[in-house]
């Protein structure tokens, strides 16, 4: 299915991340920090180190490195153009030096990295640095504690679309660090048929027909998924067929196999909706290929941790 690969660095992962960096330091900054400007002096040096302040999983370390590295060459550029910066020699070089790496066990007390550098660039490049480390790590914990929740069944936990609008990329690639595993990355590259597509194109037979005449004329070769919210339903699909996929949406543990004995291993099955922590390991005892959970990414609580920096002596 698409998204469950690692396409974390490909090119043209790495471009869109690129762009999100530029971005959000824009926003950040601004025409400048005046703050650091104001206070620190032109070529003043320091180093931080990166402190966890809570357990879980860390996630965004090859970020931070990135985030380093644009806020380097924003320097850079804006050295470049302000004469009255006065760096004779550039900007140096910010040089992290990673302790733990994404995807490990963190706790409270642990230092994931230390970083040395120019002073106002690692001030710059504290708070972006932060907000997504704290942000996707909370993202990753919870991702590998659903996970193992299914340890010993053949249920995978995906993440779903109820992602922050404008960095999808960075929380599902914190799912995936977590171990869970992507599901589609947008309406583009999968056809998921949901309740109200069934109910507007006029029912499941309806939906189906029209889709697959859709995918044809348009030479499309996309996985199909569709939602059932009953046992009809489900009857209904099998009919029709030519589907990857059956989303079993608000169907209790107990419906789920009895959904699963009536497809008899012909689609894939899916589990959604009101899943949660406490019966999650219930639906993946039921034989469910995959459990769907938007709570992933949209209520989780961000990992505490702080970047101190002080003058480098």
Known sequence: MAATKDIF???AFIKQLNAL??????????????????????NTMAEGQLLVKD???IAGIELAQLIFRKTEELMLLQAQNDVTLSLSKGVPEIKVEVKIKDGKAVKNGDIAFYVKGPARSLLMAERLVLNCMQRMSGIAT???????LCHGTKAKVLDTRKTTPGI????????????ATNYRWGLYDMILIKDNHIHVAGGVKQAL????????????KLDIVIEADNMNEVKEILKVGGVQRILLDNFSPLDIVKAIKLINGKYKTEASGGITRDNLQQYALTGVDYISVGALTHSVKSLDMSLKIFPKI
């Open 55 to 57: 357990n879980g999983i």
């Open 209 to 220: 027909d029209s889709t697959h005449k859709y995918l044809k004329q348009n030479k499309k």
């Open 21 to 42: 960096i530029d971005l959000a330091l824009k926003e950040d900054i601004g025409e400048r920090d005046h703050t650091s400007f104001a206070t620190v002096p032109t």
């Open 142 to 148: 919870k991702a590998h504690e659903l996970t193992e």
């Open 168 to 179: 999808r990329l960075l929380e599902k690639w914190a799912v995936h660090i977590g171990g």
């Open 9 to 11: 660095h490909t090119p």
